[in-house]
């Protein structure tokens, strides 16, 4: 029996999942928002199962100081470290906090606003949900991968924490590889899919071929620069092999620009970006395709 409370961030695709989750294992858990006008309930849409209203959301209005001791982060990259910041006066001494969310560069910023006892963890999901008016739909299942990243106590989760929140999950000890894998994927993937207005399949085609190239070859030599341990031909299969998986979907990045909102491009392309400018390695197509991005998302 796992009698943990969890405390999830956001009324999001991938925090009502870990929480309808919760709610059928029987474990308590209450999804923080941002309001008491955000509290209405969540109607979730499991694949094979009716739809179900989860649990009353809570505003951060209704928290207790220092009470939160685990808390799972299933935010936008960019929200991250401006909801670690408002509710680090609601956390415990020695919390356990699981980040999950695509893109590189916020385990650093997190590592420096924790405090001494509290431990951190990041967790990567294979799950696939989205949200519309009529509430969360679960659009395939998929595997996470987690690992402790910071702090002196890892056993404050065990990968019964994990499996009991997002389905299949394992333990890894090479997340920095497996993060970096993914982000190839993404960096390939999201920002071509956004700018061209193109589902994933349609990349397979000749006149994309050599800015994807271009774009795995810098990723994965400013990866191997800081020491992760990526290899070329592999990736390259990855990336074709997701476009083709994926074929009919519309990548995350283009959703967000079709609905005009904001992209995760900085902790993706522009996390290869900067790391390529601060370790004079040069990342040509990336910088150009960032740039295009920024400038679409922008005008919108
Ligand atoms: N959905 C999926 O299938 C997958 C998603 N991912 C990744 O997981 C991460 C989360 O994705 P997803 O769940 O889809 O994102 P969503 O946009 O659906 O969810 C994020 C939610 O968090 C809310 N939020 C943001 N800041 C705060 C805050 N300070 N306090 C309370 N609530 C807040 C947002 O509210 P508001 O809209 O009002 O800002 C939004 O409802 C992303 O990095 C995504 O790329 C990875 C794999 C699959
Ligand atoms: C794997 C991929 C590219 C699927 O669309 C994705 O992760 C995303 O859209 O963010």
Redesign the pocket.
Known sequence: MNNKTWFV?????????IAYNAMNKGISCK????ELT?TSQTCFHPIDKDSILLPESLP?SGLVPASIQFLIV????Y?IV??LT??KPFLAENAAIVL????LGTIELATELITDNMDLFFC????????NEQG?FQ??L?ESLWSHVAGLQPEKLTNNDFTSLLGSANMVNNLQQVLWQKLVI?CAINPLTAINKIKNGALDQDVYRSSIANIVNETLAVGQAIGVELKHDQLINRVYQVIQATANNYS?MYQDVHAH?KT?ID?ITGHVVKLGKELGIPTPTSNLIYEQLKTLYNNQ
Not at 31 to 34: C, D, F, P, W
Not at 124 to 131: A, H, I, Q
Request: hydrophobic share 30%; with cysteine.
């Open positions: 961030a956001g009324q999001g695709s991938i925090g009502s999942f999804q923080i928002v941002r955000q951060f299933p935010l936008k990259a929200d401006p909801f408002q509710v999950c969310h695509n893109g990567t999901t294979n799950n696939g949900l989205y949200k969360v659009a395939g998929g993404n995350s909102k995760e902790f």
